[in-house]
């Protein structure tokens, strides 16, 4: 195995936090790894630390930058008026992101702490009017439900997790149970929905369950984003897990969850992603405490599986309509007197030069 793949890669997901010199740092990683191309993964404003609209205008911009290597992946806006109020609103922002040339939608709303801050079941009414505009438009969206189930463990959830609210069993937040039930239901009512669950779904330590979802629900699709229980469920039986790799061949995608810092630019994410990549690839590579998959496999879990269910190449964006989003959002964040406002307003300032 070299330094560099051996296969086009494409990573799934990526994040760009806060800062617009992170861009330029995750364009570092990805010609120090050697991937084809991102998909930025952008996070719903809703409050939750502070997280406001500044994510969308970001990520937008990320790809006006770098327009034949960034995929873009907008996200909600709660604080944005009427819109936990009102399916209308959340469908009209997810059509105008989709005009404006997004490639998909993340949503982190099925993280607890995002459940629990916006305060809508996965599955409620309210989402359906979205669900369906981004059914009917062939839209993937990246979801990411649940976490871990040490963190509603109280004799496994670290003390650390708890003071950071990384620590859900304390009966204010919805089980991992309820999560899943919520998941479904809104699978079954949109089965023509194209989603890839974040984080493998944090099913790594129930394979047969694992199985059971992507056989009852063929639209849907697990990312390999690293959580450190993944893989360590993983190597619990490796030749299970090999034959699981081979037969959902078409389901699987590559991504690493990287940033190019935290509301600036770190170049030690670099090397951190770099190390990432190489024990990932250790693992689906070889037989050195990994699965070894055959190459065809490999080339759809690397950049041919993102490519069927979004595309072998970045949407053309609409700098105009772009524009208007961005707009939308600075409006927000200064309604709101949040911090954001001062890199919003340097996000729309970029994003008027680059629109002419």
């Not at 629990?116 to 990246?142: H, M, N, R, W």
């Not at 037989?287 to 759809?300: A, Q, R, S, T």
Request: hydrophobic share 40%; charged share 25%.
């Amino acid at each position: 195995m070299s330094g560099k793949v051996s296969y086009p890669m494409i990573d799934c997901h990526v994040h760009v936090w806060g800062g617009i010199s992170e861009i330029d740092g995750l364009i570092e990683i990805a010609d120090a790894v050697g991937l084809r191309a991102q998909a930025v993964m952008c996070i719903a404003a809703c409050g939750y630390e502070g997280i406001g609209p500044l994510q969308t205008p970001l990520g937008l911009l990320f790809k006006a930058m770098h327009p034949e290597r960034i995929f873009c992946f907008g996200a909600l806006n709660y604080l944005a008026p009427n819109a936990k109020e009102s399916g209308d609103v959340l469908a009209g922002q997810a059509r105008r992101m989709i005009e404006a040339g997004a490639d998909g939608i993340k949503m982190l709303e099925g993280k607890p702490v995002f459940r629990k801050a916006i305060g809508l079941p996965l599955d409620s009414a309210k989402y359906d009017a979205f669900f369906e505009c981004v059914q009917s438009s062939g839209t993937p969206l990246l979801y990411h439900v649940a976490d871990p189930e040490r963190l509603w463990d109280p004799a496994q959830a670290s003390e650390g997790g708890r003071k950071s609210r990384w620590f859900y069993g304390d009966g204010t937040y919805a089980s991992k149970v309820q999560l899943y039930r919520e998941a479904e239901g809104f699978l079954v009512k949109f089965p023509a929905l194209r989603v890839v669950f974040a984080h493998f779904f944090f099913m790594s330590a129930d394979l047969q369950r694992a199985a059971r979802v992507l056989d009852t629900y063929p639209g849907v699709n697990f990312d390999l984003t690293p959580g450190r229980e993944m893989y360590t469920n993983f190597r619990k039986d490796l030749a299970a897990w090999r034959d699981f790799f081979i037969k959902y061949q078409d389901r699987i995608l590559f991504g690493t969850d990287s940033s190019g810092g935290n509301g600036g630019y770190d170049a030690g994410r670099v090397k951190e992603c770099q190390g990432k990549v190489a024990w990932m690839r250790q693992f689906l590579e070889t037989e050195n405490d990994g699965i070894n998959l055959p190459p065809d496999v490999l080339e759809k879990t690397y950049a041919g599986n993102f490519q069927r269910l979004v595309s072998s190449s970045p949407k053309p964006l609409n700098l105009e309509l772009a524009l208007g989003i961005c707009e939308e959002a600075l409006a927000v964040a200064k309604a709101a007197a949040q911090p954001e406002a001062e890199v919003l307003e340097e996000t729309v300032g970029k994003m008027r030069d680059l629109s002419g």
